[in-house]
């Protein structure tokens, strides 16, 4: 069985700043998926950016990039230049592959100051 | 193009009444998936289609809880003799389908059972 732990339940962050989420997981796949989704307080799930665990670069969305650190089973989020509109929560999460089902981390608190 | 769509966004219902929750996928998505999200914790897998047959129900807490796919498009979950440990954000995601796939989420059915 995969999991998937987060084990900040909140952080803030000032305006313009940087800041890095952590995440770490367990699964017994060799083929493997991470996520990072980010859900405002509409509820509705946000895909932020992805990892295939076959791939050793890490992957990077315009002001979000990873560390995937896979010996470790460490998958952190880093956001650049934090914006107001970065505010959410921010969920980790694991699957075999990318359409199958998705094992979420409890979830993480961003605040982002002005 | 239009995202994934639930209706109602709020449902409020007596303990022991059944309730129906609606997806409407993304055209042309063929797998379809529906979590739970308890208040403070992440999303948790009840089931997930391919086409219109379910592929993965090991989510489903127990024989209350049933989903339907007819037409390989619209899913409907169904909760009979409804219990306030219901009471959750139900979230419905859909994909291409593939292995490599991501999952696209709507705004979830708030559930509240009093």
């Known amino acids: 069985a995969q999991t998937v732990t987060q084990s900040q339940p909140e952080m803030s962050v000032q305006e313009a700043e940087t800041v890095t989420l952590s995440c770490t997981y367990d699964?017994?796949?060799?083929?493997?998926?991470l996520f990072w989704y980010k859900q405002p307080p509409s509820r509705q799930m946000i895909l932020v950016i992805r990892?295939?665990?076959?791939?050793?670069q890490n992957a990077t969305e315009n002001r979000f990039s990873v560390n995937f650190q896979k010996a470790a089973k460490s998958f952190s989020l880093k956001i650049s230049d934090s914006q107001l509109g970065d505010a959410a929560m921010y969920f980790c999460?694991?699957?075999?592959?990318?359409?199958?089902?998705?094992?979420f981390g409890k979830g993480m608190k961003l605040t982002v100051n002005p | 193009g239009a995202g994934v769509s639930q209706t109602p966004s709020n449902k409020v219902t007596e303990k022991g009444k059944y309730v129906e929750l609606r997806c409407d996928p993304i055209?042309?998505?063929?797998?379809l998936y529906w979590y739970r999200q308890s208040l403070g914790q992440g999303p948790e897998f009840l089931i997930y289609?391919?086409?219109?047959?379910?592929?993965?129900d090991s989510g489903l807490p127990n024989d209350r809880f049933f989903a339907v796919r007819p037409e390989g498009s619209v899913s409907t979950l169904k909760i009979q003799r409804t219990e306030r440990g219901d009471s959750a954000v139900y979230l419905c995601?859909?994909?291409?389908?593939?292995?490599?796939?991501?999952?696209?989420f709507g705004p979830g059915t708030r559930l509240t059972v009093l």
């Open positions: 055209s042309g998505h063929t797998a």
């Open positions: 990892q295939e665990a076959y791939k050793q």
């Open positions: 999460a694991c699957s075999q592959g990318g359409s199958e089902k998705l094992v």
């Open positions: 995601a859909s994909s291409l389908g593939f292995v490599t796939d991501t999952q696209y």
């Open positions: 699964t017994s796949e060799s083929d493997y998926y």
């Open positions: 289609f391919q086409g219109t047959g379910a592929a993965d």
